[in-house]
């Protein structure tokens, strides 16, 4: 799979842009400013729906514009997918693949897979437990496309059943509970049961990835829940007592508090949790393996690869860590930036980036 164009409208620095990549390596270099991360991150929207940044859709319109249009073609095995997206100031964004709108949009996960690694995924392993759910979630989706629908089902019953929490408190009716209950255990369930599999699919690909960028040791996962999840079944059932149980405490507090999206997914250096006791340098190998090794899993398991993007990766490697991610270089397309075109020790071609345009 690679991505044969790219056209932005009014996408952060860039007035208009229209990019033909090459279908293996592309490194583009300029300095900080030149909008060298905002094409990254525009490809990346394309597959996930998201800036990988973190930033809200607002943060992606450029200055003065009342809009953001981000469009791509993508060549796959089966054919074509053309994905078009327009982020307005207000209101709300439109989505179409190949000229329709998805049915839902997490579908696109899974037809244009995307890893993307940047600096700030050091807070994957730093932060709080939210991004690493959205990382197995994420991964999920782009592995099975019932995940996606799955996740969506899910964030709407827990959503409902907290608006209804709000909204009653301690006055709120069992009866339409008892009703958000099912619905939230039934698609509960199946989120923690989509996890695990991509943990199982990871258990080996994240200590081999681990050592392929140049540490030594063990890296495991630790994954813990607050509902009593097993990877057996009956978590239906173990997920709907749990609410059950919680519901006087959710009353008081009008939130849901059990279910996965309170779950603790963590990370494991030799023994030691990768968030509280590793260096921030382990930590920044721990971040880089956990993307090299969703591709890794991503390569394996579907018939084409992902589109690759590393956005100042090499400014933070040593020799070694360096030939690790070098390793993954020998096929599909992949976007590097850089400040200094020498800090990339890649062949491909070479795209200078001003802020306007890419030449």
């Given at each position: ?243 059950f149980e919680r519901r006087q405490r959710d009353m008081d507090q009008r939130v849901t508090s059990a279910g ?100």
């Amino acid at each position: 799979m690679y991505l044969s164009w790219l056209e932005l409208t009014a996408v952060r620095c860039y007035e208009d842009l229209h990019f033909e990549p090459d279908d293996g390596v592309n490194v583009l270099v300029g300095s900080n400013g030149a909008g060298k991360t905002s094409v990254l991150e525009s490809v990346a929207y394309l597959g996930l729906l998201k800036s990988f940044r973190g930033t809200p859709d607002e943060a992606i319109i450029r200055s003065g514009a009342d809009n953001a249009v981000i469009r791509g073609e993508f060549e796959i095995e089966s054919g074509t997918v053309r994905v078009e997206v327009e982020i307005p100031r207000s209101g709300r964004r439109r989505v179409l693949v190949n000229g329709k709108r998805p049915v839902r949009n997490r579908d696109i996960m899974a037809q244009v897979p995307i890893v993307a690694f940047q600096p700030d995924d050091l807070d994957l392993v730093k932060r709080g437990p939210g991004l690493r759910r959205a990382y197995l979630d994420d991964l999920a989706a782009q592995l099975w496309p019932q995940a996606g629908a799955v996740q969506q089902d899910y964030d709407r019953a827990v959503r409902q059943r907290n608006t209804l929490l709000k909204q009653g408190g301690r006055g709120a009716d069992p009866v339409t509970l008892d009703v958000w209950d099912e619905r939230v255990a039934a698609a509960g369930a199946s989120v923690f049961q989509h996890r695990m599999d991509v943990l199982a699919a990871l258990d080996a690909a994240i200590g081999e990835a681990y050592r392929l960028v140049g540490e030594r040791g063990t890296l495991t996962w630790s994954y813990t829940t607050n509902w009593g999840g097993e990877a057996t079944e009956g978590n239906v059932e173990r997920l709907q007592s749990a609410l059950f149980e919680r519901r006087q405490r959710d009353m008081d507090q009008r939130v849901t508090s059990a279910g996965p999206h309170r779950d603790d997914p963590s990370l494991v250096v030799d023994g030691r949790p990768a968030r509280t006791m590793a260096s921030q340098g382990e930590q920044r190998t721990v971040a880089l393996a956990m993307r090299v090794a969703a591709y890794r899993v991503l390569s394996a398991r579907r018939s084409l690869k992902p589109i690759l993007l590393l956005d100042d990766v090499f400014s933070e490697l040593d020799g070694t860590h360096t030939r690790g991610v070098m390793s993954l270089l020998d096929d599909g397309q992949v976007f590097v930036t850089s400040a200094r075109e020498d800090e990339v020790p890649a062949i491909g071609r070479r795209w200078i980036a001003d802020g306007r345009n890419l030449r």
